[in-house]
């Protein structure tokens, strides 16, 4: 996990979470699918003013040392853009306290 702050009054943040390749159950438009692989995926997670104000998340190589400039790969939902941000839809994120 890493912890950055974004502006100077600390009010905008982001934090990236590491997932190692895995197999998990998932629902996808309410059918159940077992055991789907996915990769390694490091997620970000932007906050401004205890909200998050956005999702990114994307696919790395497994065996790469994570680090700054590192090549990173779309992941292949329907939700994510090419730049990494995830759709919500309609999700309401509650606020940090």
Request: net charge positive.
């Amino acid at each position: 996990m890493k912890h950055e702050v974004l502006s100077k009054s600390g009010d905008k943040q982001a934090v990236w979470i590491e997932v190692p390749k895995a197999q998990w159950d998932i629902h996808f438009f309410e059918r159940p699918f077992q055991q789907v692989g996915f990769p390694r995926l490091l997620f970000r997670y932007t906050v401004y003013q205890k909200r998050v104000t956005n999702i990114s998340v994307f696919a790395v190589k497994e065996d790469m040392e994570l680090e700054e400039g590192m090549k990173l790969y779309q992941f292949p939902y329907s939700n994510v853009h090419p730049s990494g941000s995830v759709c919500t839809g309609r999700v309401v994120i509650p606020e940090f306290r």
